[in-house]
């Protein structure tokens, strides 16, 4: 397998994985499960945060299924992310989810940091290999 072939399943790989991790939760967040609600509730921005925040992501997501869109999905991905990263380590909803005797044992906040992680790896691939490639060439 050539290396230009080996980088762009790596990229398809990452573009699914982040796409299925945004995707998954959105059952959550629109059906009004205890769990989203509680979230949301606690950094103060139920119910319109938690439809707005879910559509951004559905829209999102599907972008990664798109030709030249991906690169948009993976800022705007970097940007949801580091939002839900923030709330986690910076209010007290903290990393372990814990509701009415029910915990998440760190899901979410797992999904988010890697979601995080690739989307980063993905603006790399997008942006700047092609911008050293090109100085490469001149």
């Known amino acids: 397998m050539s290396e230009k072939k080996r980088y762009r399943t790596l990229e398809m ?3 699914i994985i982040t796409a299925v991790i945004l995707i998954q939760t959105l059952h959550f967040k629109f059906s009004g499960h205890p769990e989203a609600i509680y979230i949301f509730k606690t950094i103060g921005i139920e119910a319109w945060g938690r439809y707005g925040i879910g559509i ?3 829209i999102v997501g599907i972008l990664f299924f798109l030709p030249n869109y991906w690169k948009y999905a993976s800022v705007a ?6 939002g839900a990263t923030c709330m986690h380590l910076f209010t007290s909803l903290g990393i372990v989810i814990e509701y009415n005797g029910f915990t ?3 899901q979410l906040f797992t999904m988010a940091i890697l979601a995080l992680l690739f989307s980063c790896i993905l603006i790399y691939r997008a942006y700047f290999s092609t911008c050293l490639k090109n100085a490469d060439q001149k």
């Not at 991905?77 to 580091?82: A, E, G, I, Q």
């Open 77 to 82: 991905t970097f940007v949801l992310m580091l």
């Open 13 to 15: 790989l990452l573009r």
């Open 104 to 106: 998440d044992h760190g």
């Open 56 to 58: 951004v992501e559905l």
